[in-house]
Each structure stands twice: as C-alpha cells, then as structure tokens.
C-alpha cells in the first residue's frame, strides 16, 4: 500500500477473453494477445509495472493435461522474480487448470489469480476489461495462494467451478 | 470469499467522477448521481448487492468542515449494517475527509474506501468506471479501517494526498 | 431538405453486421435483429421515423436465389409506401442481391441503399454505426435508384463489387 | 460514385464539439482541434482524403463579424481547390455564420456543409461522431451551395435556425 513501483506479470493463454475477430474470413479465435492494446494502455497504473508474457493461445476445451502442466510450469518460473501473477484463461477449463496449480506447487510465494471473460474484449458488453482491472487489484492485495477472481468476486482454490447457467464462478 | 451475496453501500457526495455535461446550457456540473446507469448497470456484479446512498452533490473545492462532519457521520451510521463502504468524493479535498473520517472514527467495524476520479463518468478516457470497480473489489478484500483507492493502487489512511501534477494519490 | 417528419424503412437480412455473439455456447451467429437496441437508440433522429422490417438473418453467404428473390419482392412491397429503403445485407454477396434487384426491378421509386459491414455492430472497431449512418442520410438525398454506400462512399448499381483485399465496396 | 479518391477539406472553428476537458484545472473548453484522434481515426474513409484546416477554437457565443467574415474569407480560398467543405462550428450562431457565409459567397463551386454537436465528441452520448459522418458524406452527394447538417438531416440555406428546446435545427 506504499507509492513505490509494484510490478506484475500476466501470462496469456488464451480463452474467450483474448479471441479476436478477423474481418477477411470471419472467424472468432484465440490468434496472439491483444491485452496491451484493449485493456492495458486504456487503464491509468501509475504504481504498477506490467510484463505481459505469452504462453499459449487457446480455447481452454482444447486445454490437455501437457498445457496445464505447461501453465504450472511457467508459473513457477515466474514465482522467482516474487512479484503477484495473474493468469489469463479460458472459462470452460479455468478451474481445472487453477486446481492442478494449487496442488502442484504446494507453497506459492506469490498470489496467482486466474480470470478471463464471458465475452472478448473489445465487444460492448464485455466483462473483459472488468475482469483484468480487478485481477490486477486481487493480485496485489491478497497472501500468497491460488485463485479465481471473476465478476467482482476473489474464490480461493480449491473448490472453485465455472456455473455454466449463470455465466460465472461459485465456491462448493 | 464464499459465493454468498455480499451487501456494499456506496455513499456519493459529488465530485468530478459525478460531474455531468448539460447539453441545454453546456455546463458540467454535479447535479445527482448517474453511477448507477453510467458505472454499475454495466458491469456484472452476481455476488454484490449495492446500495447506492446519496448524500451530496458538491465539488470538493467548496466542502467544509460542516461536509465532512456530514460525511462521517453518514459513514458511521452505515457502519451499522456491517458491510463494507464506498465513498465517491472530488479528488481535491479527498485526503482532507478521508483524513478526517479516520480521526473521528476510531475503530472502524469495516472497510471504508474513498474513490473519485479525474475524468468524468461518460467520458471517453474516464478513470471513473476503473476506480468505481477496483474500490468495490478493495472494499471487500481489505481489513476494516480508512482507505483511499485510486489507479489499481490502495492506500490507508493517514498520509495520504493528491500529487496535482501526477493527476493521482500517493503516501507521504 | 424540410422539417417534416421523414419515414425510412429498414430491411434486415442477417450478415456479418447483424451477427451476435452468444456467451452460453460461444457462437458469432445471425440470430434477429438487434439493430434498433445497438444503433438506433444511439444515434439522434428527430425527423426520421424509422420501421425496421426484419425479413431473414443470415450469412450472405448462404443466400441462395430463392432469398434474392425474396428480398426483391419485399423491396417491391415496400416501394408502395414512397419512401426511402435501407437494406442491411451481407458484404460478400450485397453485389449480387444489389444487382439482381436493379435488374428485377427497373423502375423504383424511392431511393434503396444496401450497406453492410466488416465487423458485427457491438464490436470495438465496428464500421457498422458509420456505415448505418451513412446509408440513412444516402437513401434521403439520393435519387430513386439502387445503390450501395459503404465506409463514405455511395456505389449506383451496376458494376459494383466487393474487393475482398481492401475490405471495402468499389466500381468496376 | 465513383472509387477515386475523393478529396474533402474540415475546416474546424471550436464549438461544443471540439470542446475537450482539462483534467488539471476540471475546465470544459475550446483549445485546438481533435477532430482526426477521436473521430477520423476511428472511421473507415478509404476513398475520401481529408484535409483539416483549423481556422479558430472559439464557442460561437463569442463569435462576432469579424470572426464571420474570417470564416467566408476562408471558405473562398478553399473553394479554389474544387472538393467539398465542412465546416464544425458551434450551434448557437452557426446559422448566423452559413447565412453569412450564404450571402457573401453567392456562386459557390462546391457544397459547403456545416455541422457541430449538442454534446462534445469524446462524451458516451455525444452527437459529434454521427454529424461529422454525415457531413462528410453529404458534402460529397449534395449539389454546390450552403447547407447545415444535423441529426440526419440536411437543411439547405437559407431560413434554417437551431430549435433549443428541441437541441437540434429546423428550417422556417
């Protein structure tokens, strides 16, 4: 809570939060991040420097157990530079990716909060931009540990599950 | 952290964040809140039920003692229903009540978080809807006591202000 | 050029434009119309009284000579109430609907300005609200004729064609 | 009609449109053009090469006549160079400057069309990027002579005046 420079990494690997529309064929895909340019440089962060590091660019139900060890992996890479991580990833699998985290690497030195986003961003109605500011916030002020933080609301890991009627997370 | 229902009261007493544009005699001035169809009607909120109480409408330029008194004293009177505060407030003289609110009010029984922002709600580069969902979020997050937040930075109460130059808080 | 209260009719037909995305399965599709709700309501019309008349939603691609057809006939149909038409249409075929109508129906007699867009309405980037815009004011001022207008530019059939490179409308 | 290139001069003189805000001193006011950032930029023109000349930055409250005559004076250069002018002005003497302007330029070359807005561009709910859409486009359709475009209606000069209760123009 002091003025000094914070730093903060974000890992993008894809998801409905970082798909793209490509206007010549059409399609709706996850090609590459887009973070900086749709979310980030329109944000006022005096006190945070953000590196943004590309993992992978998927659709999370395409996700196998190779990438979410892939996830974990530079994850605790990252845990070295000690400064809070937040996952970029999407909804379908998110919880199934958090929980092989949260039971990989026992004793996180940092606070890793998964999000992404019912709709890219970039659409009018995206809860992208939400989704990211609030992150980034959970990701600073909360203990070392795994979690969800979607739609205004923090979930510790673990028991945490997509609900796919109400388009958002729950604890159980 | 549950997915229970979590009340927040958001007390708005004016300030640039609530200035509106009058198109009839072009003046842009605080008449009311619109935070509820400008800032919370777009975001996705499951889990947070707001009450919206409004108290002022004045640029924090022309507060004095007997605001902030007014303030506080709706703080305290909130407080007895034991959910976490929002206070939307001019950025000018928000240290000033802030400052004041935590002199007066000793043992907070929970998180009291002033935000405001530099350009109005409903402009394009506002920072209103940015600080309106990082302080909902950091009032729920934090420990009871005084706080101000503002650009995905929290900082308690007391030694805070304004850097005019900057356009945003920092601690001294 | 009065101010008398000028009637316009819209004809929807789907096409990129009035593709939505759906979060619950993930889809950008042509489902209705929602051009009333996502442009419309924004825009300022104070002597245009607009009737939307939704007649199929989808892909110009997809679009076979049984729907040119009927878009003909609808346009035909509409013609009796003289006043302008703006048909909202897929961009990869809006030539070919364009074309057939200008042959099948040789003498209008109001002005009927097809027009599209690269990007769904609701998108970030979407050229959807300028496009729309246009085609109202073009379907106004021009002489009964068919036309297309697109990104600021109005094409009198025939001889126009979509140059898929450039992601615009040209003559040939 | 046709896909050349089609070249258009904005000359800009302050107005309600061009009014930005100073997050530094909370003022609303005339200080320069920004008509190619928030605007032009975010439209689609790939047949239409736009030349923006700013002449002054004043709200037409405190235009007088020589302000006026500066506005012919430079309206009469342009019209040498044989493309289509518009014209942002503010809307409570813009009809007194096109009558002026009417009247002093008898046998224009070209169309001339002026517009501005209710709200400045930049604002949720501005009008700014709808009448600078149509302007553009009417200043490319319409035969030479002396118009103000607004709110999807285009008036020919002379006898147009603003209606203030209704905030937008009408011809008498």
């Known amino acids: 809570m002091s003025t ?11 998801g409905t939060i970082e798909k793209t529309y490509d206007e010549f064929d059409g399609s709706l895909q996850n090609r590459g991040t887009s973070i900086k340019n749709r979310i980030l440089t329109k944000m006022r962060l005096p006190y945070t420097n953000i590196s943004v590091s590309p993992l992978m660019s998927k659709d999370s139900l395409f996700m196998d157990d190779v990438d979410r060890e892939s996830i974990a992996s530079c994850i605790q890479d990252h845990m070295s530079h000690n400064c809070p991580i937040v996952v970029l990833h999407g909804t ?35 809860d992208a931009a939400q989704n990211v500011t609030e992150a980034l916030l959970a990701a600073k002020l909360l203990a070392p ?9 923090v979930f510790a890991l673990p028991n945490v599950r997509k609900n796919k009627e109400k388009g958002t997370f729950e604890s159980y």
Do not use: R
């Not at 420079?5 to 993008?12: A, G, L, N, P, R």
């Not at 540990?145 to 609301?153: C, L, M, V």
């Open 4 to 14: 000094s420079i914070q730093d903060v990494i974000i890992i993008t690997t894809g």
């Open 92 to 126: 379908d699998t998110m919880s199934l990716t958090a929980e092989h985290c949260y039971k990989t690497l026992p004793a996180p030195k940092v606070a890793v909060v998964f999000t992404g986003a019912m709709i890219p961003m970039g659409f009018d109605d995206s």
């Open 145 to 153: 540990g795994f979690y969800i933080s979607f739609h205004n609301q």
